[in-house]
């Protein structure tokens, strides 16, 4: 009798641990699933990249913001190139940078942005503000200004597409 009950407590005894390893990896893994629950489901976000930010219609700061390569214009006499560089200061003043061109300007000045349309304003070039419409293309990497009555940025008198490419 006595090693039949001696039996039967090995038998219990096996299957008890038996039971509570199972329950561990069952409560393991769903403590697993939860954590990857958990963090799929986070706020925190990879930042957008310039074509996330070039997806809108009209073309937005963010998407200009940068430095930019002059390959020239829609003019044979204004195809010389030439370097832009469009910025926001931390409080929120947004200038620029441009050197090159036909006629070769080397000078800073503001511009601003409002419905697809940049106005560029010299601080020493000429008095007068040139404004022209901004398309981008190419996954935020290209960049057309259209002037109104000349081109925007270069100043060429002839030419009214600028064509720049993203550095």
Not at 117 to 125: G, K, R
Not at 133 to 150: A, E, F, K, L, P
């Amino acid at each position: 009798m006595a090693g039949f009950l001696l039996a039967k407590l090995r038998k219990f005894t096996i299957f008890t641990i038996m039971i509570k390893f199972l329950y561990s990896r069952c409560l393991f893994a769903l403590c697993v699933c939860a954590s990857l629950s958990l963090f799929a489901c986070s706020d925190e976000k990879d930042p957008p990249t310039i074509a996330d930010k070039c997806k809108t219609t009209p073309v937005t700061e963010d998407c200009i913001i940068g430095n930019w390569r002059l390959d020239g214009t829609d003019y044979y006499d204004c195809r010389e190139t030439g370097h832009l560089e469009l910025s926001v200061s931390e409080s929120g003043e947004r200038y620029f940078a441009f050197e090159g061109g036909a006629n070769n300007i080397n000078s800073l000045g503001e511009w601003s942005l409002n419905n697809g349309v940049i106005t560029i304003t010299y601080s020493d070039v000429i008095p007068t503000p040139t404004s022209g419409t901004v398309s981008v293309t190419n996954g935020g990497n290209s960049m057309t200004i259209i002037g109104n009555t000349r081109a925007t940025v270069s100043l060429c008198s002839n030419g009214k597409e600028e064509r720049f490419t993203r550095n």
